[in-house]
């Protein structure tokens, strides 16, 4: 059974902090992790991906991913008002024939207090 | 303009009655995705497609079904089978098929079924 774990929250972050996300996983076998940002209302909107162990870094965001312990995390820096949503964590299982679907963790909700 | 598109944006649905949903993408994507969303949840994975004429079927499939007659079209019926379908259904599509863990996926608007 393939399983992503988020807080749900609320998290609440004051404006200009870092934001921290993070996201556990049951699967060992799951080879590509997502971040996706959700507005209510609308459909999620594609952040980051991460393949590799370690850091990888776009703009104001980072993703983290740490194989071993099966965890997976997104920071925000300078967090704006507009960064409030629902962040969706989501793994991929890679069988080999491609482009399988995604599992997705119910999301965390993201408050930015100005 | 291109990307995915979803229509309708809200689809009423009788008892008994099966609805279509359509998926259309103008981006060249290899395979496309359906997936549902209930309120407070997680996306879950309803049927998939990965090329013309062949689909797998996702967590979620029973009371669903779906074809891929064409590379940019993916439409999906709620049948009356499926005794819950009230939620919000999201296609998605990924760039190239085969690119291992590189592979990406993008959503298109979605479309809210409710049960009248």
């Known amino acids: 059974q393939k399983e992503v774990e988020q807080n749900s929250g609320p998290l609440s972050v004051p404006e200009g902090a870092i934001a921290s996300l993070n996201c556990t996983y049951s699967?060992?076998?799951?080879?590509?992790f997502f971040w996706y940002r959700q507005y209510s209302g609308k459909s999620p909107e594609l952040i980051m991906f991460i393949y590799s162990n370690g850091d990888k870094e776009d703009g104001r965001f980072t993703a983290q991913l740490n194989k071993a312990s099966q965890y997976v995390s997104l920071l925000i820096r300078d967090s704006q008002p507009s960064d409030s949503a629902t962040y969706l964590c989501?793994?991929?299982?890679?069988?080999?024939?491609?482009?399988?679907?995604?599992?997705f963790g119910k999301g965390t909700h993201l408050i930015i207090q100005p | 303009d291109g990307g995915i598109t979803q229509s309708p944006k809200y689809l009423f649905r009788k008892e008994g009655q099966n609805v279509t949903l359509s998926c259309e993408q103008n981006l060249n994507h290899d395979a496309m995705y359906w997936y549902r969303q209930d309120p407070g949840q997680g996306l879950r994975l309803i049927y998939y497609?990965?090329?013309?004429?062949?689909?797998q079927k996702g967590d979620i499939a029973e009371g669903y079904s779906v074809s891929r007659e064409k590379k940019e079209s993916f439409p999906l019926t709620v049948t009356s089978a499926q005794k819950n379908p009230t939620a919000f259904y999201l296609c998605a599509s990924t760039p190239r098929a085969g690119l291992g863990p590189q592979e990406t996926q993008y959503f298109g608007p979605g479309t809210r079924l409710l049960v009248l």
């Open positions: 699967d060992r076998g799951s080879q590509s």
């Open positions: 497609s990965q090329i013309v004429n062949d689909f």
């Open positions: 989501a793994v991929r299982l890679y069988s080999g024939g491609g482009a399988d679907g995604l599992t």
